[in-house]
């Protein structure tokens, strides 16, 4: 469910809904440059960035698999990205990896990993 509300602050360019989702500490590493964004506010500074682009970037994660640890509030995820322009031409895809905490009821986001094959 938190990564359904991630994809959706994404397509809704929602940064308030994407603050939440975001350990304080959160590592993205991009999938073209290897570019590495650390932190919340990193992460929310780029977004509003990349949501001020005029045929701004929709990005959409799939998870394929779920991995649940039994010894600690932790899970990683496997699936797949793509990036789709506003108007609707496909940009990038790949595959991605990310690691969730659960914080109190929460789940959040410690860190994402993107591989950039198309």
Do not use: C
């Amino acid at each position: 469910m938190r990564r359904a509300a991630f994809n959706r602050a994404l397509a809704d360019a929602d940064l308030a809904a994407i603050g939440p989702l975001l350990a304080r500490d959160v590592v993205l590493v991009a999938g073209t440059d290897s570019a590495v964004i650390s932190g919340r506010q990193a992460q929310l500074k780029s977004w509003k960035h990349e949501f001020a682009a005029p045929d701004r970037t929709i990005y959409t994660r799939t998870p394929e698999r779920i991995e649940a640890s039994a010894v600690a509030p932790l899970a990683f995820e496997h699936g797949q990205w793509r990036g789709v322009s506003l108007s609707g031409r496909e940009l990038a895809s790949g595959s991605y990896s990310a690691k969730w905490r659960r914080l109190d009821a929460d789940w959040v986001l410690e860190a994402e990993i993107f591989l950039t094959l198309a």
